[in-house]
């Protein structure tokens, strides 16, 4: 592996963070291993081939999942970045079944209209037509965890006082993101819905107005022998652009 040597201040003529910054704030030398190159593509070939094999079942075993899983996984979905390191999230998880039930009931009334009185234009239903989900949501009653997660619109301090957060939708989708790959890598399966409108959860789990729906997880193990749609991933080429030599 290439190491070019140089001294950061020949690279920086501002170096971060500057004498004066770093008198005011705290700041820690940043932990960093770096690996030989022969490991590296070893760690991206394996990491990728495990992601690949990711899919987004639409029937889950009502096998139990010790809360301890969940848990880690909202721990490692809230290492993600965030603006200002708001973290603007909160990941609110049941395995109530009276929970369950009025979730499923609320979100099958809101997709009873989007299906069947065509709230859902006739493109956007074109477009879910191989997919073939329709206004039944079994899955959020059979799947034994149900975590919903709200991005924070702004900050509610205990004494009331609001402030604002920033950059909310993307580093709710980072977290979002890095969830999923969580739960896939210790051997859960999730599916990525979103009852359209999905107000009636800020309601039913009981979350102060400053919380706002982004998704819903149905989380748990596939039933066995579930199938899910046969579709392609874009190959890398209609993914990536490499601009310049
Ligand atoms: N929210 C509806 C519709 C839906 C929309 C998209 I875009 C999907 O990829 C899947 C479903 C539902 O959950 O059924």
Known sequence: MVR????PEDLYEFPYPSAD???KYPFEE?????????????????????????RSPRMFSPDPVPKR?????????????SGAHKQPWRFVATQNPEVKRAIRAAAEEEE???YLENRMNEEWQEALAPLGTDHHKEFLEVAPWIVVLFEERYE?????????????????GIAAGMFIAALHNLGLATLTHTPTPMNFLTRLLGRPENERPFVLFPIGFPLPGVKV?????????????IVGA
């Open 4 to 7: 070019i040597v140089v001294a």
């Open 21 to 23: 910054l770093e008198s």
């Open 156 to 172: 509610l301090r205990p004494d009331g006082q609001r402030r604002k957060n920033y950059y909310v939708k993307e580093s709710v």
């Open 30 to 54: 940043m932990v960093f291993t770096r690996l030989d190159q022969r490991t590296m593509v070893e760690r991206a070939e394996e990491f990728y081939a495990l992601m690949d094999g990711r």
């Open 229 to 241: 749609p046969a579709l392609k991933r874009k190959p890398l080429d209609d993914v990536m652009v």
């Open 69 to 81: 899983l969940i848990e880690l996984a909202v721990a490692t979905a809230s290492t993600a970045p």
């Open 112 to 114: 009873r209209v989007n």
